[in-house]
């Protein structure tokens, strides 16, 4: 089955890279030359998505304008002398419908996924959190061996994991494998399990494909412990009632990169700077002198 439409949860607070996201949203920081959520569209595009959602907030209107045309813009630099940079708005003409809709409280990822029930249609959609880009090349893109694999499932989810050291298991939704491989039923979830309980090192990664029972779910599944409402959570009740969950993992050439905190946020930035075809040479060259300077007792 062919899905086309991608839900983007982009309405959370940020509050772990405040004070930048005070007045702009984590989604829209640059990372190398582009917002963080063009990555996002970016990857959905090239999997075939033809709708998208952007499930937005308070402050993030810079979203919607990123991804809206600008023709007064366009004039100013043809104007100016600066045609060439017009370039870098092809991004526009993308074959993708954005349409938005807002959680007015930010009461956790399950609440923001069912704000995108009337958008679905009754059908399956994908979600990719708008915080975190999936780097790496692998034989088949992710979102691609996410969407085959919901067509074996007859219905259930699938979630992509990828494998963390043991010690950071305690931050992330962790599966409990009941098959090996890297396609692999999921028995149970756990959300944020205590340190030294979690059931595997696998943890969800940003990206999923959920079927329309989900809403349901989400509609029974009390707020947790930080009183938000969590998707993980909400994906647990429907393995409880009896639906398959897939987990997918990500190939080792890929890479889950979440912006939601300025440790991953710096590494991140870093590698798609250096990777800048024009100017990550000299980048690292620059790089390589500072490190030489901390290095010089
Ligand atoms: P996070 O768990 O990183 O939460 O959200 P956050 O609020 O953005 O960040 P902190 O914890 O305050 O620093 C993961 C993804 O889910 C979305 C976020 O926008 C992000 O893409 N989200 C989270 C929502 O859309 N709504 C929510 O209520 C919570």
Redo the contacts with the bound molecule.
Sequence with gaps: MKIQNAV??????????LPS?KAQ???MLPVGRKPLVQYVVEELEAAGINSVLF?T?RRKRAIEDHFDADPELRVLLESIGRAHLLEELKYEDTGVSFFYTR?S?????G??VRCARDFTGGGPFVVA????IITGQAERPLLQRLTDAYDDTDGGCVIAFEEVPEEATSRYGVAAPATEGDVFEVAELVEKPAPGTAPSNLVVS?RYVLPPEIFDAIDHTPAGKSG?IQLTDAIQLLIRRGHRVIGVKLAGSERRC?I??FESYYRTFVDFALADKELGPALAEYLKAKLAEQRTP
Excluded: M
Aim: net charge negative; proline share 6%.
């Design positions: 983007i949860p982009a309405a959370g607070t940020g509050s772990r890279l996201t949203p984590k989604e499930i907030g959680q409280e930010q009461l956790g990822l609440d923001a959190l708008g915080d975190s940003a938000e979440d939601g905190n």
